[in-house]
């Protein structure tokens, strides 16, 4: 009787799911409902960075003017100041100020990208990170790069042929690397292939005499100076890379695909080169990505060790005194690049897998 | 007429941590072109070692004996470019879950073109237009040729192995348990296009299964395997329906006739549990759940004998129950 | 020396990161106004034989009976570096300049709030009036005077950054200012007194000082200063490097929380009760073996200190003879005892008889100084011959200067660059700053020590116009500090000076074995030059060398790479 | 025992109009059951068979309170089913599952003991623990049931970890139990073992039972009334003997004829995917696979097919406008 | 990396016979002989891994030259004050491994500082490790609003650049005291647990026996402590023993960028004191690498033991060795 007069009710019309594979028109209208599920992807995904970001926004601030307190005696050098002059940088800061000001500030400042000025000198910090990022990026993208590039290719075979003598030797030196604490890497590095042998510059980032004035000099002047910290850098990045990539390989080498590809007559590099690689990169990207604050984690320390002129070594530079405007901007760089990196790997890595480009 | 597959006395014994275990313990067999053979067994008795071995995919370190002769070539002892040039183009496999033998990131209509290219040598495109077609063959339309494995349901993924295996005319398809996974509707679409593409073709068809109604339905001979040993071998019904091995009639007893008065409200199965290949018991590895078992079973080890041409069986009772037969 | 015949001397440093702008009128840090010395010929210099004030752009001066007048008469030979000749009236525009300007005056508060007014009756003469006599006015505080012509046109000379290319009066000139990194100093052709032997002058930064010793062991720079005592050994073991170990002026010490309290009393902090006697303090004195703190932790490198001002600075130190404390477990129990703190607790630890409480202690030290770390370990074990308990604390500097302004102390490390001038630097010690107004963390406030003697001698040595006069008053006021102790000056630790042995003639303040570095003229540098005059050396092979091991980098790779695919090769069977 | 007190004709376990919807990707809704009226009396065994996504695992959680319907209510001895925490425990003492996969049913942790006994323990029943559990372990078939009770599970064959499975059902003396697939995942040789412990417990305890299924072959095997179900609805609902021989909703129709030696005659393999929870066609559910609108044997009714809604089947018949006007 | 369930090892199968034919043990007894039986089956695939028994043996070694430090060495040595030795000394027979420049052993410098960081490391793996499984429970079995908004703390912590996060802690804090330190690596470690712990607690609460559980009637607190706890222990383990090596490692650097107690001895603080006194220009090697490589060796035998217990405890990554 119930049943009856719902049986009135309207239902929505059938969707084309009972009789699927006859209509080209189908691709399309998948392909409609990939895409937008794609954005609605973007959108959450874009929406938890966006949160991550204002955590970030509101953690440096906590950290730096709630926690750490008041940084007068940085600004004043060796020689003691008077209460006035105390009083006139504290307002000159804006430390007079009360905390909610502070605050409001504070987030008035990242709207106008205005971030303040360095406790130690007049500059805009801004200008500073500017000044300091490129011999970063140099430095992170070449250690990225060498340590990415290596790293996945041996992680690939040794996951390839896991329980041979290479794999075990790959893993050994890749689980010592990482175990290495980076600085005394450096340390060693620079006593032995700097002071002892004498084959690099022990730090900085141009000779202290100055080269010649040509490009390529200059050029390999850089690069000469980039080789020792480059390579310190990479170091630990090469385990990690070479760990994930192998795990990835490992994961992916149990997959009966993988034995079609070598039913089908593939040889055995070919299967790892056309079937196993690529898809094991995929993970990769992600679990790279994830680890990619790391890259900052060794920056400072490998540019504290080298004086590298990057944003490391200005970070540490800055902890000594400590300049908490340049702390914070540099905290709020480093871990706002990080969430971007992760936000980005995140779309990427939906873009090219397959896999997952459709959540259900 | 040389056999397509020509097997004989095969062992094949694993070296896992647990020590060797004897997956395959001595098995003949001969396939003509053309011809239908159901495999049948339960699990871990050696079917899909067996269907491996073939074409040599077994990994590294396990032990292979006898001989395998594929279209007269023994596959054991050729090298590997030869190899590699066999695979797939005289014997190509479905294997056993469709979902993980498709490469996921990659088209399917790739994955389809790719033994053509390596095979015959042809230009990717020429290849994928093959590809195409060889879809439309096991109905899968043209526009999905551009699809990922995972936007194809299960069926259809299993129609795109059966596209592919197809893909370089061979004369020898293996299907591990290619519709198990599948929902029964979907398993009766498949194996009847597989069906019908074989015997299209006049390929020879080795399917394995361990549901003995299924394998009736499709093949015209049936081997049933027990503990890595042929016990049965013989024209699919007359296996199915008067089994000459205890175990064989177990197996055919559990899967019921609907509509068989007989099997209403009567279950049947076999007691015991299946053996375990690393620790098989002595005589005839059956004995301990066989319920017709003679004490003569605990001490010998049973060969295939004939019941009659075509037909035989591992059991010791083989020759009485022919003569009751009789 | 370099490239293109071009002779560069090239100094390490560690500490040029501090700063970030190079304001000639607003030197905060040492290595600041170490470079702007060099820049800028200041009116009168610190004489190089004995820190005697000596003639620099003012050839010479005199003042008025009562000290209030001051007229200088400007040397005529000198000039800008871009040829326009140093008149007074770029000194009174200077001074105008400071004493307007809120920020800049900050820092020169001694010399300029004495003034009250400049004149330049003519190019050459600049007449300085003040309110009171001020000895300051003999050096006026090494202050640098700007060109007017150019300095006339900046509008906010408090946030000048030091820009290349800009007239100078001294030796060098900017060349480039890169900040936190290296700052090129070109020798000032124009120099109007003998121009240097060389022509650049690189200050290059290093984050630690073992990376810039390194670097000098690699023959990257050709000076360094501020060596640790095993940097110092491990250089002299170097070839080709030469150390100069000289006594210099700064010093360690300890400091006592002696009771902080507001002017009218109230109390601030929480430093220990017991420490405002004096007899507590002089007892912990007796026991600080600083011979062998010299000998244990400098390596014999430091002489023991008295008061805050160092032996190079014969006029104004003051040299304790038969005063001396000595060191005696002893004498300090005694001490003790006879102040009353005869009561001990169960730990042995002597009970302050007023406030009950046992005399143990909080020492503050700096968590990035080893040195401190390590005297504190002596410190704890020889005080605890007298019965005092020390409960050391490791901070960051700027958390460690936090508490120490907040009187949250009881016991805290020091560090001080003596004067040249004592006038400012004393004034750190009178009860004015000792005696914050208001019960808040003020900033620098010193040991909140006050001592109505010693703030009479201060007024009086400030107003000294006389320079003997003014060192006897200043040896009197350390005489006050020493018995009193409201710190003890732990030693003074020699400069440890490294300078690459194509260098020589690098000129010492004072001149009988002082320090090169760090100096408040410009002497260090400006003196030097190479070794056998103007011949240049080619300086190291590094790059070639450097070349052949990328080179040999790559081709370990390259042949690793060859072999793994050649094995790789080899085992491709066993694998399908 | 508990036959005495139930009266035979009144339903043990039954729901009205049931109904789950669960939120799928997307946004879209899932509507696994839709509309289910059930009867499962006293001792009887239940198949409830159809195709994969069909709604059966769905369908008997819910009756099982281990899903709240969105709709519809479950009754168990004619009362409404209570999801309170106290109310569904003493449900659960009398209702009991048994899963299709024995191995992932069980804590590889645990031993058989402490499997069996865990039931037990959840309801505060100490007493007389290990009689308990020995009783329920070789009621199900595992004697003697001391050797198996230290016994971990991957130590057993699939056949005796189903066997565990069921005596931890068994040990709170239930009177239903709810079976899922319950020898989907085993050996075919031990299949018939475990179906024949099923019905032997129906026989010796006068247990009742649901058991979910794809196979027709096992329906045939052991139960007595067969629910087909198609899309969240049942569609065809009657005696075993009577819907598999003589089924007469299409889509029964189509299952059985592609058995072996099938009763119906020539195989109707429909086409096309099993269909989608989340896409319900309107009119008649089966409509767009149906074999009998494609052969025209349906015209007659074509436009109802496609139109009009069937009411939810709420006796042993069938849901077809086909059969509804007998032609 | 994803992780399965971790059967437990395999028995002998005389186990069951055994077991059942000696009927009267008591049922705690018996849990406990199975408890036994399956820790021995873990050491013995355990001790297959050949890396796996290095670290444990080079940990081992490390644990007990630190238990017994005090019966071959002194602490007073390490008092500037009272130490033995001359002005850096190269090593000796009197020093095997030299001395410091106020005259400490270095060999006793290293010894007692591994009490320092293993007990920072340990501290601060073992917080994080309690608190990340805590986080990730609460949050794979509640669901809803609050496991949204610990997950996304929990990314957000992940992703975070850790040692940079711990460094302005630090900084903030002002004192680089043993608890800041631990405290600030603590805070960055927890996370990844959290994410492991959820990701496995979710996996567990899929699996058919929670199901079952759950049809018998069990309640929250018995699933979570009968099933889901055990389950989860062993790789909790494993994680916690990866995350003391990267605890250390913190430490280490935290040290060297000059944020650690300077009168302490933990490794990272040698290295800076080293730093501090020159040592690597003077050539003191002896002074510069033992510490080093005894970070190496400690995290890295962390390291091999986590990884090993892992592969172990995840079958997908035993299949062979
Ligand atoms: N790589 C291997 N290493 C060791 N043992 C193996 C390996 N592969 C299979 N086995 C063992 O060999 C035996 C036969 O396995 P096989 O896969 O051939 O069985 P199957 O008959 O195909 O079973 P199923 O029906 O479950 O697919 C099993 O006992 C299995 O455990
Ligand atoms: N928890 C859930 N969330 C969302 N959708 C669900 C959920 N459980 C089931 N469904 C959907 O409900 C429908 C019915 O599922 P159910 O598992 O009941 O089917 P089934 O008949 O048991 O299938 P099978 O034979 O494959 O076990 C399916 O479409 C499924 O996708
Ligand atoms: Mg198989
Ligand atoms: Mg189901």
């Known amino acids: 009787m119930a049943d009856i007069s719902r049986t009135g009710v309207a239902e929505p019309s059938a969707a084309p799911g009972g009789t699927p594979q006859s209509d080209p028109a189908q691709a399309a209208v998948l392909r409609r409902a990939y895409r937008g599920e794609f954005l609605r992807f973007v959108a959450v995904k874009f929406s938890g960075a966006l949160v991550s970001l204002v955590m970030v926004v509101l953690t440096s601030f906590f950290i730096f003017r709630v926690l750490a307190g008041d940084p007068v005696d940085a600004v004043v050098g060796d020689t003691p100041a008077t209460p006035e002059q105390v009083a006139a940088i504290r307002e000159r800061l804006g430390l007079d100020e009360p905390m909610g000001v502070q605050f409001w500030e504070y987030l008035r400042s990242l709207f106008t990208m205005d971030w303040g000025t360095s406790y130690v000198s007049d500059k805009k910090v801004t200008t500073l990170l500017w000044e300091r990022l490129p011999a970063t990026v140099l430095l992170t993208a070449t250690a990225m790069i060498l340590a990415a590039a290596f790293g996945t290719w041996v992680g690939a075979r040794s996951g390839w042929r896991r329980g041979s003598t290479g794999e075990k030797v790959q893993v050994g030196v890749s689980l010592t690397l990482w175990s290495t604490p980076t600085f005394w890497l450096g340390m060693i590095a620079i006593v032995a292939f700097s002071v002892k042998l004498g084959w690099f510059p022990v730090n900085g980032m141009h000779s202290t005499r100055g080269v010649g004035d040509g490009f390529w000099d200059e050029f390999f002047d850089v690069a000469h100076h980039l080789v020792l910290p480059a390579l310190t850098m990479a170091a630990v990045l090469y385990a990690q890379y070479v760990l994930i990539m192998r795990t990835s390989i490992l994961e992916e080498r149990g997959n009966d695909y993988l034995t079609v590809a070598r039913a089908k007559g593939l040889r055995d590099d070919h299967v790892r080169r056309l079937h196993a690689v690529p898809n094991a990169l995929l993970p990769t990207i992600t679990l790279a990505a994830a680890e990619f604050g790391t890259i900052f984690n060794g920056s400072v320390l490998t540019e504290t060790v080298f004086s590298w002129p990057g944003l490391g070594l200005t970070f540490y530079q800055a902890i000594k005194i400590p300049d908490i405007p340049l702390l914070q901007l540099l905290f709020v760089f480093f871990a706002g690049t990080t969430v971007l990196v992760n936000f980005l790997a995140e779309i990427f890595y939906r873009f090219l897998d397959p896999r997952v480009r459709r959540s259900a | ?326 | 020396q370099d490239d293109g015949g071009k002779k560069v001397l090239v100094v390490g440093k560690v500490g040029l990161n501090d700063f970030e702008d190079l304001n000639p009128l607003d030197s905060g840090w040492v290595i600041q106004g170490e470079i702007n010395n060099l820049m800028y010929e200041p009116m009168m210099t610190w004489g190089q034989k004995d820190y005697a004030p000596a003639p620099g752009i003012v050839e010479k001066w005199e003042f008025s009976p009562d000290g209030k007048t001051w007229t200088y008469h400007f040397d005529p030979k000198a000039k800008w570096s871009d040829g326009k000749p140093i008149t007074s009236k770029d000194a009174k525009f200077t001074l105008d300049l400071i004493k307007g300007n809120e920020v800049l005056a900050g820092s020169e508060t001694s010399l300029v709030d004495p003034i009250t007014s400049v004149e330049a009756p003519d190019e050459h003469t600049l007449v300085v009036t003040l309110d009171k006599p001020s000895g300051i006015m003999n050096h006026m505080n090494n202050f640098h005077i700007m060109p007017e012509h150019v300095w006339s046109k900046i509008a906010k000379p408090e946030e000048y950054q030091g820009e290349p290319g800009q007239p100078t009066s001294g030796p060098f000139t900017l060349k480039e200012f890169r900040p936190k990194e290296r700052v090129v100093l070109e020798a000032n052709k124009n120099y109007w007194r003998k121009p240097v032997a060389y022509d650049e002058l690189v200050f290059q930064n290093y984050e630690t000082a073992e990376a810039a010793v390194q670097a000098m062991q690699a023959g990257e720079i050709d000076f360094l200063d501020s060596l640790n005592p095993e940097q110092a050994t491990a250089l002299e073991k170097t070839k080709g490097i030469k150390i100069n170990r000289a006594p210099s002026r700064h010093l360690d010490m300890l400091e006592f929380n002696t009771g902080a309290q507001t002017r009218s009393g109230e109390k601030l902090g929480d430093g220990h009760p017991a420490l405002e006697d004096p007899a507590v303090r002089q007892a912990i004195h007796h026991v600080i073996d600083k011979d062998q703190l010299i000998e244990r932790i400098l390596d014999g490198n430091g002489t023991p200190g008295v008061g805050l001002v160092a032996p190079i600075f014969p006029n104004y130190y003051w040299d304790p003879g038969a005063d001396k404390v000595e060191v005696s477990a002893e004498a300090g129990n005694k001490l003790l005892d006879d102040a009353g703190y005869t009561q001990k607790n169960g730990d042995g630890i002597r009970i302050d008889p007023r406030s009950k409480r046992p005399l143990s202690f909080r020492l503050l030290y700096h968590s990035d100084r080893p040195a401190y770390a390590d005297v504190v370990d002596f410190l704890v074990t020889w005080v605890k011959e007298l019965g005092i308990e020390l409960k050391p604390e490791s901070k960051e500097s700027d958390p460690l200067n936090k508490d120490g302004d907040a009187g949250k102390f009881d016991i805290t490390f020091g560090a001080w660059n003596f004067g040249p001038d004592p006038g400012e630097d004393y004034e750190y010690y009178t009860c004015d700053r000792g005696r914050p107004e208001k019960a808040e963390p003020t900033g620098l406030t010193m040991a909140f020590w006050c001592n109505e003697d010693f703030d009479t001698l201060q007024a009086a040595e400030v107003a000294e116009p006389d320079v003997t006069k003014r060192g006897q008053i200043v040896k009197d006021m350390q005489k006050i500090e020493y018995d009193q102790a409201p710190q003890i000056v732990l030693w003074y630790d020699y400069a440890l000076e490294a300078y690459s042995g194509k260098w020589t003639g690098f000129g010492t303040l004072p001149s009988s074995g002082g320090a090169i570095a760090r100096q408040q003229s410009y002497y260090g540098y400006a003196q030097a030059h190479l070794v056998g005059g103007d011949e240049g050396d080619g300086g190291d092979s590094g790059s070639s060398t450097g070349v052949i091991a990328g080179a040999a980098v790559a081709g370990v790779v390259v042949i690793g790479g060859i072999v793994f695919f050649v094995q790789r090769r080899r085992t491709v069977g066993e694998r399908e | 025992m508990t036959q005495a007190v139930v009266p035979v004709t009144e339903p043990l376990l039954s729901c009205r109009d049931l109904g789950v919807r669960f939120r799928a990707p997307g946004g879209r809704t899932a509507r696994a059951v839709d509309g289910v009226n059930l009867e499962l009396r006293p001792g009887e065994i239940l198949a409830l068979a159809g195709e994969s996504g069909c709604g059966k695992t769905t369908l008997a959680r819910t009756l099982l309170g281990l899903e709240r319907p969105t709709a519809g209510e479950v009754f168990f001895r004619g009362r409404p089913l209570g999801y309170r925490g106290k109310d569904l425990k003493a449900y659960r003492r009398e209702a009991q599952l048994v899963l299709q996969d024995p191995t992932g049913a069980l804590n590889p942790r645990h031993t058989v003991y402490e499997a069996v006994a865990e039931g037990l323990r959840i309801h505060g029943l100490h007493h007389d623990e290990r009689e308990r559990v020995a009783d329920a372990l070789s009621r199900a078939g595992l004697r003697p049931a001391e050797k198996f009770f230290m016994a971990y599970p991957h130590e057993l064959s699939g056949g005796q970890r189903q066997r565990v499975v069921i005596a931890g059902a068994l040990v709170l003396d239930p009177t239903v139990i709810i079976a899922d697939e319950p020898v989907a995942s085993l050996d075919a040789s031990v299949r018939g073992e475990i179906l024949a412990l099923l019905l032997r417990l129906r026989d010796e305890l006068g247990l009742s039972a649901v058991v979910v299924t794809h196979d027709l072959g096992l329906a045939w095997n052991i139960a007595d009334r067969i629910a087909v179900m198609y899309l969240g609805r049942i569609v065809e609902y009657g005696d075993v003997d009577e819907v598999l021989t003589r089924p007469r909703h299409p889509y029964t129709r189509a299952l059985v004829s592609i058995l072996p030696d099938s009763p119906v005659g020539e195989p109707q393999i429909l086409t096309g995917e099993p269909p989608d929870a989340t896409q319900v066609p309107g009119g008649c559910r089966f409509h767009p696979r149906c074999p009998a609108l494609r052969d025209g044997s349906a015209a007659a009714v074509a436009d109802d097919c496609r139109r009009t809604r069937l009411p939810v089947l709420g006796e042993p018949g069938v849901a077809c406008h086909l059969r509804a006007r007998p032609a | 990396m994803s992780t399965t369930e971790s059967p437990p090892p395999p028995v002998p199968a005389d186990v069951i016979k055994s077991s059942g034919s000696e009927r009267p043990q008591s049922a705690r007894a018996i849990v406990w002989f199975r408890r036994r039986a399956a820790f021995g089956a873990f050491c013995r695939s355990y001790a297959k891994h050949t890396s796996g028994v290095i670290g444990l043996v080079v940990l081992l070694a490390i644990i007990l030259a630190t238990v017994l430090a005090p019966l071959y060495t002194d602490r007073a040595d390490l008092n500037a004050a009272t130490a033995p030795g001359g002005r850096m000394e190269s090593p000796s027979g009197e020093f095997w491994l030299g001395t410091d420049r106020t005259g400490r052993p270095i060999l006793t410098m290293i010894v007692w500082g591994a009490r320092v960081s293993l007990q920072i490391g340990l501290t601060a793996a073992v917080i994080a490790v309690a608190f990340g499984t805590v986080v990730g429970m609460v949050a794979a079995h509640y669901g809803g609003w609050l496991s949204w908004l610990l997950m996304r703390v929990t990314d957000w912590f992940i992703v975070l650049p850790a040692f940079i996060l711990s460094i302005a802690l630090v900084v903030a804090l002002g004192s680089a005291s043993k608890w800041v330190i631990i405290t600030a690596i603590a805070l960055n470690s927890w996370a990844t647990t959290a994410r492991l712990v959820r990701a496995q607690t979710l996996s567990i609460e899929g699996r058919p026996y929670l199901e079952r559980t759950r049809a018998l009637g069990a309640g929250d607190w018995h699933q979570m402590t009968r099933h889901v706890l055990p389950n989860l222990m062993p790789l909790v383990l494993a994680s916690a023993t990866l995350r003391v090596s990267a605890a250390i490692l913190s430490e280490a650097s935290l040290a060297f960028i000059g944020l650690g107690d300077p009168r302490s001895f933990s490794w990272g603080i040698i290295l800076a004191r080293a730093q501090a006194e020159g040592a690597v220009s003077y050539g003191a090697w002896w002074y510069v690498l033992p510490p080093g490589l005894a970070i190496l060796a400690l995290v890295l035998s962390f390291t091999l033991i986590g990884r090993t217990m892992e592969s172990v405890l995840n079958p997908r990554l035993r299949d062979d060795r």
């Open chain 2, 1 to 326: 007429m040389t056999p397509v597959l020509d097997i004989d006395d095969l062992r094949i014994t694993y070296h896992g941590s647990r020590g060797p275990i004897p997956a395959v313990r001595g098995v003949s067999l001969t396939l003509d072109p053309g011809e239908t053979l159901g495999l049948a067994g339960e699990s871990g008795c050696g079917k899909s070692t067996l269907a491996a071995a073939v074409l040599r995919l077994l990994p590294p370190g396990t032990e292979v004996t006898g001989r395998i002769l594929l279209d007269g070539e023994d596959v054991l002892t050729m090298g590997w470019g030869r190899l590699r040039a066999v695979r797939w183009a005289r014997a190509s496999i479905v294997f056993q879950g469709a979902m993980h033998s498709l490469n996921p990131v990659q088209r399917i209509v790739r994955q389809i073109a790719e033994p053509i290219v390596l095979h015959e040598g042809v230009e990717r495109a020429a290849a994928e237009d093959r590809a195409v077609e060889l879809m439309a063959a096991v109905g899968l339309p043209a526009w999905r040729a551009k699809s990922y494995p995972h936007e194809l349901s299960g069926g259809q993924r299993q129609r795109v192995m059966i596209a592919m295996a197809l893909a370089c005319s061979p004369d020898l398809i293996i299907a591990d348990e290619a519709t198990t996974a599948l929902d029964v509707m979907i398993q009766a679409q498949v194996l009847r296009l597989l069906k019908s593409l074989v015997a299209e073709r006049s390929i020879a068809l080795v399917m394995i299964s361990h549901d003995l109604s299924v394998l009736t339905d499709t093949c015209e001979r049936l081997a049933v395997m027990y503990a890595g040993r042929l016990v049965e071998y013989g024209p699919a019904h007359e296996v199915f329906t008067t089994a000459r091995h205890p175990y064989s009639e177990g197996l055919a007893g559990a899967f019921p006739t609907v509509g068989d008065t007989a099997a209403r409200r009567r279950p049947r199965g076999l007691p015991g549990d299946p053996p375990d290949p690393a620790a098989l018991p002595g005589g005839c590895p059956f004995h301990p759940r066989c319920p017709v078992a003679l004490d003569a079973c605990a001490t010998t080890d049973v060969t295939l004998l004939d019941v009659r041409p075509g037909w035989r069986a591992a059991c010791l009772r083989v020759p009485a129950t022919k003569e009751a037969d009789v």
